[in-house]
């Protein structure tokens, strides 16, 4: 699965509260975002959702992935968008953000994006 539409479900996850609703949302099958889920979690290196058979809740580490997921959808969306409107040259100058921590989104997902298929 696309590295992307991967975090997007993730999110979703987050946002409908539910691995069935993130589905529906996306028109998928359950199965493909437990797929999803269980990529990210092995390439991030840690658990990021504790599942119950009736909740589901995030894990520190998953907290702080969601934050770094919303931001990575968030600067690619902008970026797509500048493309299409021809000011992705304006926008490829600025430096990486970097979170309050000093530490940038990179430092919990380096070994995600490095290993993951595109």
Do not use: K, Y
């Not at 993130?22 to 975002?33: G, K, M, Q």
């Amino acid at each position: 699965m696309d590295t992307i539409e991967a975090l997007r479900l993730f999110v979703s996850i987050a946002e409908t509260g539910s691995l069935s609703a993130a589905a529906r949302l996306a028109s998928v099958a359950t199965s493909t975002v437990t797929v999803a889920l269980r990529q990210l979690e092995e390439r991030a290196g840690a658990s990021l959702i504790t599942r119950s058979t009736r909740r589901l809740s995030f894990t520190h580490e998953g907290r702080q992935f969601l934050s770094d997921s919303r931001r990575i959808l968030a600067d690619w969306d902008a970026a797509i968008a500048g493309r299409t409107m021809g000011h992705c040259a304006a926008r490829s100058r600025s430096p990486p953000r970097r979170n309050s921590a000093g530490t940038g989104w990179r430092s919990l997902s380096t070994g995600f994006f490095s290993n993951i298929r595109r």
